[in-house]
């Protein structure tokens, strides 16, 4: 049993953990990890290697360094993303390093934000062709070395696996060998990219490259981070959203062992200790008296009713093709209205920052999902120049688009200027969920109108957050947020008279930002709710009706018939079982689920199966792409029969996995992923499964009980009663 490295010479808390469960792995690959005392994030040194680009780094002695553009959280980019690079570079896979990118939105900004950003399931869709090009303009300037020191042709030579080989003559050269000639090679204009059929790598079903590391305890995290002569703090900031500190009696803070310092800011306090423990338990000690402020009196009655109030307004129009008065005054009219709850993101590594301040300097060690704005960020509240902050990025223990805020690090940097020496800041797990930056409450309204059993006209408004408009302001145009759409203006059916809006709508107080699955959320649970009910209007089933609306989408309609057949649609099921169909176009990938469920006389939920057929383009690892769907398929369905964020007096009611249920293990049911073999683009995957479960669930209910639930998280009092919500 191999034990975890020592860190700063203590054993770390992953110390415990047995190497053995990782032994069948036999790739060499290299994460970047070091030991504490060390700087996570090395400086991207060049001289003297070959870098023909911002992601390709080769020394002479044939050391290859991928620098990571996106993070690890959990997703799997730290395997997919090297797979790509290794691709079209030829590489020996085996013996590939990886970094982590410096903030830097020129050199390793996301194509699709301009922004250093991992979110919106895109690190594939975006890096696909870059990273590609990226590879095989590296490996073009190698061969072009080689060939001039063989005088030959380059198209003589071949490569693989990291060597270059002249074909006639049978010589052979390393990368490292040729990288010093290669520096001087220019880049060529145009790069012939591989033939998908000569894929060695892409499309293989790897093994994650950093399971062992994390099995192992050697996987650094922010909350890992260990410095000498690192303090450690805790936070508390008033219950009541956008609320003050008052008076603030530390007396008896002062008295607990391993108190070093109590601070208090204006909206926050904090306690540092010698160790966790003593700053958690001097926090418990302090007594506070908060200025709650304006927001003392807001309670979710005063969110819904604001929401649906906003609702009844015209909204700016997203798309419309048709006539859609005419539409609707065509056939039988149907209207339903749908609405999400608040949700917190609750990672399992709780907010974390270790900071050291100086007078001229600052260095945070973190994992963010957007670290150039961590740093530009942390450089305002240090009063410092950007260039003097350094963030140490690390692997993520979750993001969810929590950790696409800066909020914690800049509220661990007021506290760090306080502090002598490097502290660590630590969020407590109710600190954390009564402090999120929430998924928006969003409220959906359809009219529909159906004719010979078809849909002829279709109305849909989206009221809730415009977070888009805070977020990434340049992206909010004519009022209209492009994420709270997203799902609605491209849902997939073929109806002739469409029209979509949106009606920017803020909760009070309650601040709003991404939660996993983001706009679709909201948009592909109303629109596949009310097309179940639209089927049984028009006295369908409900794959049927949808098949009757795809006959332009070859590539849906085949996700479709194949999830009908895995999961045995249309077979007999035992009485209060039923099964619920999801089409979804979330993220540029095609799926389909079907969840099959029991619904006892109490309203009590059971999962009996959940099937999902996904054409995601080519799929770079697909173990991967199945991982990432059940675990997204897990977080949408505990969404939708827990997930609800309830605000009182100002103040958010949960604090902790007792209140803020999460599916159990046993509670878990079997998951079928199916892949189907595709040559397009990648599409994305992450959020594609949080979106997928909560309108597949509900359809099931609905088909087991006939109680349309038109709200999350399903309501156990309602379906017993066998009422519609």
Sequence with gaps: MAIAQKISGDVSRRSLLAGGLAGGFLLAFHLPVRGANEPVQPPDVTEGKFAPNAFIRIDSAGKTTLVMPQVEMGQ?????????????????FSQVTLQHAPPNDKLYGNPTFGLQVTGNSNSIRAFWMPLRK???????????????????????????????????????????AVADAARSQAPPKDVALKDPKDFALIGKPLKRLDTPDKTNGKAVYGIDAMLPGMKFATLALCPVFGGKVGKVDDSAAKKVPGVQKIIVLDDLVAVVGDHMWAAKKGLEALVVTWDEGANANISSKDVWQHL???????????????????????????????????????????????VHVTSDSCEIWTGTQIVSRVQSEAAKAAGLPVEKVIVNNHLLGGGFGRRLEPDMVVAAVRIAKQVDGPVKVVWTREEDIQHDIYRPVYRDTIAATLSGGKIVGWKY??????ILARWLPPAFQKGIDIDAVDAAVDMPYDIPNFHVEYVQAEPPAVPTGFWRGVGPNNNVFAVECFMDELARKAGKDPVDFRRSMLGKQPRFLNVLNLAAEKANWGQPVPARVGRGVCVQPS?????????EAEVDEHGEVLLRRVVSVVDTGIAVNPDTVVAQLEGGLI???????????????????????????????DEVPKIEVHLVKSGEPPGGIGETGANAGPPALRNAIYAATGVALRRLPIDRALIAAGKKA
């Design 76 to 92: 799997g980019v730290y395997t997919s993303i090297p797979m790509v690079l290794a691709e079209e570079l030829d590489a020996d």
């Design 134 to 176: 990226a590879g095989a303009s590296a490996r073009a300037m190698l061969v072009q070395a080689a060939a001039q020191q063989w005088q030959v042709e380059p198209a003589s030579c071949t490569t693989s696996n990291g060597e270059i080989t002249h074909k006639e003559s049978g010589r052979k050269l390393s990368y490292g």
């Design 635 to 665: 977080f949408g369905l505990t969404a939708a029969l827990y997930g609800e964020i309830t605000i009182d007096k100002g103040r958010v009611q949960q604090s902790n996995f007792n209140d803020y249920r999460m599916l159990r293990i």
């Design 308 to 354: 649906r109030a906003t609702s009844e307004k015209d909204g700016a129009v997203a798309k419309s093709t048709g006539d859609i008065a005419k539409g609707l005054a065509t056939g039988e009219r149907f209207d339903a209205s749908y609405e999400l709850p608040f949700l917190a993101h609750a990672t399992m590594e709780p907010l974390n920052a270790t």
């Design 587 to 595: 993220f540029a990938s095609f799926i389909a689920t079907v969840v």
């Design 461 to 466: 408004r989206v009221t809730g957050s415009a």
